[in-house]
């Protein structure tokens, strides 16, 4: 993976390689306010990593299933940094990133591509079209 700063010129990106198989999905998340900007990327082995840019990818997935991502997306929410993976075995998976913490929904639409808005609102797009679920974020993590 490389990465340009949107802050600064530097002539060559930061690299770095934190699959061996090829990657599924990728979404980015800036927090302006502590200065921090973390890439989430999933790949053919079902293994999704974090990395905040100023540090090396962490050693060991968050999490990793028989199954592929083919989504992902991350927002600042109201109840905490939030990152939403849609899989291929009609899955949706919610992190909330400081706890730890996981919720599995079922995932009722093929999906290609995610949104995830700081309100809650989870935008699926697929095959079938695009579909728009609000999520209660503080029933959720309650």
């Known amino acids: ?16 390689r ?9 979404t980015c998340l800036r927090l302006p ?9 999933a790949a ?12 090396e990818p962490m050693e060991e997935p968050v ?16 109840v905490g940094l939030l990152l939403a993976a849609a899989w291929n075995d009609a899955e949706l998976h919610l992190w909330h990133l400081t706890s730890g913490r996981l919720q599995t ?3 009722l639409y ?11 609102q989870l935008t699926i797009g697929g095959p079938d079209g695009l579909h728009g679920i609000r999520l209660d974020l503080d029933r959720l993590w309650d």
């Open 105 to 107: 929904l079922p995932l």
């Open 18 to 26: 934190p699959h061996t198989a090829p990657v599924t999905a990728v």
């Open 63 to 78: 999490d990793q299933r028989p199954a592929l991502v083919t989504a992902l997306a991350a927002a600042e929410t109201s």
């Open 33 to 41: 306010e502590e200065d921090l900007s973390f890439v989430i990327s």
């Open 110 to 120: 093929r999906c290609n591509a995610l949104t995830l808005s700081s309100t809650g």
């Open 1 to 16: 993976m490389h990465l340009w700063s949107l802050a600064e010129y530097r002539p060559m990106p930061q690299s770095c």
């Open 44 to 55: 053919f082995d079902g293994s999704i990593r974090l990395w905040e840019t100023s540090q």
